[in-house]
């Protein structure tokens, strides 16, 4: 019996009408997670530090962080002002393109920092400052998978690689997990340039914040050791004018906090 023969226009249109699925772009999944993170005009927020060993408090620190982002870039731009301890009060950090700068008033000093730096336990001195990933790595989709959040949750996620695409990031390589129903971060593995793991953070504390929901608390636990434990504890976010003169170096001696 012989086949029926089918026109080449019909056939044409039965392969244009079936639908093509079209990968997310992951690049655009990494930016949309950011701003669930980042309010999008210049803020302030209070971040508490605290350092658990074995499950007990070792240590604590309460920052103060203006945010403004560059308009050129994108990147945004910090002053950070240490509350407490005591002794490290009024101290500044100041991050500014690729320069990261600590002023100390008691010495009129200000000295270079790396933003690898450890600040308190696990948090460098780079988990401390508002960060968009997109504008600083280059995101690849890895996997669509379940996993589970800081709540022991199960969420469905994007498994994002970042790998870092400025010399000044804080670190080589991340993978990522983020919502794929609401863009929220899940979780996140960062990685130095030799490959080691060197923290797991998990993102928690949803709350309308600034016109959405934002995580009020991150968990960073240590690549080798997870008895210890570092916890960021977000507060009083608000929008804030950020004077560009903040973000100068040769300002940091005249600052005066409000």
Excluded at 146 to 164: F, I, Q, V
Aim: aromatic residues 10%; contains cysteine; proline residues 7%.
């Amino acid at each position: 019996m012989r086949k029926p023969f089918l026109p080449l226009p019909f056939v044409l249109s039965l392969l244009l009408a079936v639908p093509v699925w079209a990968a997310p772009n992951a690049q655009e999944i990494l930016a949309a997670s950011d701003a669930i993170r980042n309010p999008d005009k210049p803020f302030s927020l209070t971040t508490k530090l605290i350092e658990y060993r074995d499950g007990k408090e070792s240590a604590e620190m309460t920052l103060v962080v203006y945010a403004k982002s560059a308009p050129e870039t994108g990147r945004f731009r910090n002053l950070i002002r240490v509350l407490e301890p005591a002794r490290d009060a009024n101290k500044l950090m100041l991050k500014n393109g690729n320069d990261l700068w600590l002023y100390d008033p008691s010495s009129r000093a200000s000295i270079r920092l790396s933003p690898q730096q450890r600040l308190l336990g696990q948090a460098a001195n780079g988990d401390v400052m508002t960060v968009n990933f997109a504008q600083d790595y280059q995101a690849q989709l890895s996997a669509e998978e379940d996993t589970l959040d800081g709540d022991r949750k199960s969420r469905h996620c994007y498994k994002l690689t970042l790998s870092a695409s400025a010399p000044d990031v804080t670190y080589h390589r991340i993978e990522m997990w983020i919502d794929t129903g609401n863009s929220r971060p899940v979780k996140g593995r960062f990685y130095s340039e030799s490959g080691k793991l060197l923290k797991s953070v998990y993102y928690r504390r949803y709350e309308q914040q600034l016109g959405a929901e934002r995580p009020m608390e991150a968990v960073i636990i240590d690549g080798l050791n997870p008895s210890w434990v570092t916890v960021l504890r977000y507060s009083d976010l608000v929008w804030r004018d950020v004077p560009e003169a903040w973000l100068q170096r040769d300002y940091l001696q005249r600052f005066k906090p409000e």
